[in-house]
């Protein structure tokens, strides 16, 4: 009754997609259904961070995607090729297809969906952009009842660190890109990312997905960051402004110079990649180091924004995962069944923590007699109860009283609350006006 | 072939989603097959924001849920009954309902959802939580994967709303609240937001999804923003802090205090409501004003965040209007078929604005010889191109040359590369180190 996987490739993404599944306790129940079947690698020797039986381990990957056991093809090997024509491959024999690459899907998409749909599977893609972020099934399914007028996104994690360092550091861009490459947030040749193209490819994908059209990825413009100087970032900082390397698709809707143009058949919309000054109050200007953020505007929403990783093993297997989840959802459906996702799953009550046995961080402010001493005391009571303090400031006078603000490390809150008992009993202790949790 | 809808309620979010539904135009194809067949109102006199056939509306909502002919409820009125009792009819008429209902779904999701299970129908909320912002369906779908640590919501747009002020202007919480109360921020009574009852409402309903079980709403513990004062938002502000009111459920694991309890059977929490000081950095730090944020943290995603208008007519619609869209989807699900949320669903291509034609701002910078009139040139010749300027500033020298620093309003690309062009034939001009769009 599981269902098959054929996974292509056991670098950084396959290799944390199947440590992911390999370990479903506390995740969703329906991942039971899924067996990895088949993993095809380069080679067999390599030594792996997954132990995975031999019958598994195969360096032929087109016998996976043409194998009549396998249910879904994940594609996490990237490069053009093979992983093109292995998907279509795949395709071709009945298999849904989970992918994580970007460059395919932006540059052949319209093959391989155009395939999919003749075929009658799944090509799945929400790993290619955004990394662990869910952007591809919003747009898809909740935001898609919507008119989206702008897509816009920071959806390049190294030109993101680099033009942050820039910024917080005043240091230029050859000087960073170096430092980048020795932390290894760029690649040796970082001409994709530096360059724009990366976030090209995937500025087409959602492009296609928010619009509802298919993309040719040479109308897509691109500019990089190469040319972007600590003069300008210096100067857009006094008029209001930081600069990021900003993915946009919008539709023409709102420009105003084309609106003379016969009403268009197909969505008509402007996609392009280049540094942007972005004003200082923008959702995007806090999006900062190698984050990506996806800001979607539209009718009648308004505008919602979607951060979080944009790039890394744990963060793509989650992507990965959840495409896989999603299939096993639509593969089991059935006329009686419910779709398990959409429905309800849990008729088990959660247990609930009491509030005492919570650990958090504490702000407390007394109000306290002016003697020598008080600041003491209520660290003697404090220790009594175990509560560890990250600061006491005397912050001030409050007419007669002296004002008393204290930061606690992690506590259990009712060995806080027993202390302040104790506090509370203090001659020199008038009040405590102030309690509150720190995250 | 039509889904045929059954809407309790025509205030503001039955109003925005009539209203979407009855303007189905480059929103997703689906929604072509959506009828609006009844809507429930208290009166029929009542003036309205849209045209409904006489036919349509009726005050009888009894009628509504138990028509044959209906497929969808749509729960948009409010208050726990009727509300409760129709929803519940409704299952047991076999209708898939949706609902923007958080009080009714946090105390009586149990009978609710059991009922539905039972009945085999969907009970959609994506509404009840965060506005339009998409938090639920990630949670059910693409998040579910991950073994969640922490659900960390600002989920209550008029306790933001004042706490943002108080921060902003130094004010008293008692004076913003009135001051809010007259803009329409805050309700007459408002004690459900000010106390932290309508965030306990709604993160019981995360917690719900994120851990995989039910959730007692009484034990959730809850604590407003009445106390909150100026006082202690200037000490957090000197402390590297705001005040937030966050709603915060997390998986016991990380509470080392109760590690040595024996493993759970069901999912062991913490769900809670209180002021909270959050760090300057962090994430939801700079969630300002009556908007929403949804921090998840989980294992291997990491951190990420849903940001958006928490409420709102066409933020809620928008809601309200993709669980019809998934449901749409849903039913029309054979073995066969697609779901045609899950599927690549255009073939066509989009218009790509050619980028002479995109409307935009600019920055750019001049080294010019150091006489008089430059700037006066410079104008002359954006002029002449119908490029409007914002701000045209000298900020200094670079040797021997004079720097200009230029930002325009919205202008058409192919315009202002036109003046820079001729801009560049004058003799006084040096040269125009950048150019850098602004958003």
Redesign the interface.
């Known amino acids: 009754m599981g269902v098959k996987l054929g996974i292509l490739g056991l670098g950084t993404v396959g290799t ?1 997609t199947v ?2 599944l390999q370990d479903k ?5 329906l ?1 039971q259904e899924v067996e990895i079947y088949r993993v095809g690698v380069r080679s067999l020797d390599k030594p792996r961070a997954v132990t995975l039986p031999e019958s598994v381990l195969t360096t032929d990957l087109e016998a996976i995607v043409i194998d009549p056991a396998v249910d879904i093809v994940v594609e996490v090997m990237g490069g053009l090729e093979p992983a093109r024509s292995l998907i279509l491959k795949a395709i071709q024999n009945g298999k849904h297809v989970v992918t994580a690459n970007k460059a395919v899907i932006s540059r052949f998409g319209d093959e391989i ?2 395939a ?2 003749q075929a ?5 893609l ?1 790993a290619a952009v955004g990394g ?3 952007v591809i ?2 747009l ?8 989206i007028h702008t897509v ?1 996104g920071i959806i390049n994690g190294t030109t993101n660190y680099i033009l942050t360092r820039m910024q917080t550091e005043g240091s230029n861009f050859s000087d960073v890109l170096a430092d980048a490459q020795r932390l290894g947030y760029a690649e040796a040749d970082p001409t994709a990312d530096v360059d724009g193209l990366d976030a090209a490819d995937k500025i087409a994908i959602l ?2 997905l928010a ?6 990825l040479k ?3 691109s500019e990089g960051i190469r ?3 600590k ?2 970032i210096a ?2 900082e006094k ?1 209001g ?1 930081v ?1 990021k390397l ?1 993915a946009i698709a919008q539709s ?1 809707a ?5 609106a003379n143009r016969t009403t ?1 058949s ?7 990649v ?6 200082k109050a ?3 200007a ?1 999006i900062n180091g190698v984050n990506n953020a996806i800001l979607v505007e ?12 944009g790039a ?4 793509t ?3 990965v ?2 495409d ?4 096993v959802a ?1 593969l089991k ?4 069944a ?2 398990q ?13 009491p ?1 005492a ?3 958090t ?1 504490f ?1 407390a ?1 007394f109000l306290t007699k002016d003697q020598p001493g008080v600041i003491g005391k209520l660290g003697t009571c404090f220790g009594n109860h175990g509560v560890s303090l990250e ?1 006491v400031v005397q ?1 001030g006078f409050q007419g007669e009283l002296a004002e008393i ?1 204290v ?1 606690t490390h992690d506590v ?1 809150e009712g060995d806080f609350r027993q202390a302040l008992t104790e506090i509370q009993t203090l001659t020199a202790v008038d009040s405590i ?2 309690l ?4």
Do not use: W
């Open positions: 944390g440590q992911l306790g506390f995740r969703h129940p991942l969906f155009t999919a749909n009658g599977v799944y090509v799945m929400e662990g972020i869910p099934q919003p898809k399914q909740s935001l898609s009842v919507n008119r816009t492009a296609s619009f509802g059209g298919r993309i040719k109308d897509v413009y040319q972007v100087s003069t300008d100067y857009a008029l402004f600069i900003l023409a709102p420009l105003a110079a084309i268009p197909s969505p008509l919309i402007s996609v392009r280049h540094p942007t000054l972005v004003p923008h959702p995007l806090s539209g009718e009648p929403i308004g505008q919602v924004m979607f951060f979080g990783p890394g093993a744990g963060a297997a989650s992507a995962s959840s896989i989840l999603n299939l639509a459906k059935s006329k009686t419910l779709n996702l959409l429905a309800c799953a849990h008729q088990d009550y959660c247990q609930i923590v509030m046995e919570l650990v961080r702000y402010r600061s912050t603000v930061v259990q006006p102030s509150l949790r720190v995250l």
